[in-house]
Nanobody, 123 residues
Framework: QVQVVESGGGSVQVGGSLRLSCEAS????????TGWFRQAPGQEREFVGY????????SYGGFVKGRFTITRDNVKNTVFLEMRALKPEDTATYYC????????????????WGQGTQVTVTS
């Protein structure tokens, strides 16, 4: 059974940094793409970025503007979302998802989802 678990959320001040982790089990790390999405109350789920199976390719949503970095450790089946220069508008529940297909930026392209972790940016 495939499981996806996020961790690392919390409250941080404007301009601060936070690192989220996503650990997957039940699939070999090299068989899936990992994506991050976020959803604020009353808004649609938004693409944050994804990382390829090998970790050599990443892609980010337009709002990221170099502030976020996604990396992966295939030995530990873990993907990280490093966030810097956080803004109040980054406040949301952040979700990790995995896709067995290739590059994926749409919610519908992902097969398994975590439960989400809350990130709150305070001023």
């Amino acid at each position: 059974q495939v499981q996806v678990v996020e961790s690392g959320g919390g409250s941080v001040q404007v301009g601060g940094s936070l690192r989220l982790s996503c650990e997957a089990s039940g699939l070999a790390a090299t068989t899936y793409v990992t994506g991050w999405f976020r959803q604020a109350p009353g808004q649609e789920r938004e693409f944050v970025g994804y990382i390829s199976r090998t970790g050599l390719t990443t892609s980010y949503g337009g709002f990221v503007k170099g502030r976020f970095t996604i990396t992966r450790d295939n030995v530990k089946n873990t993907v990280f979302l490093e966030m810097r220069a956080l803004k109040p508008e980054d406040t949301a529940t952040y979700y990790c998802a995995i896709a067995r297909r290739g590059a994926a930026i749409d919610v519908g392209e992902y097969d398994y989802w975590g439960q989400g972790t809350q990130v709150t940016v305070t001023s």
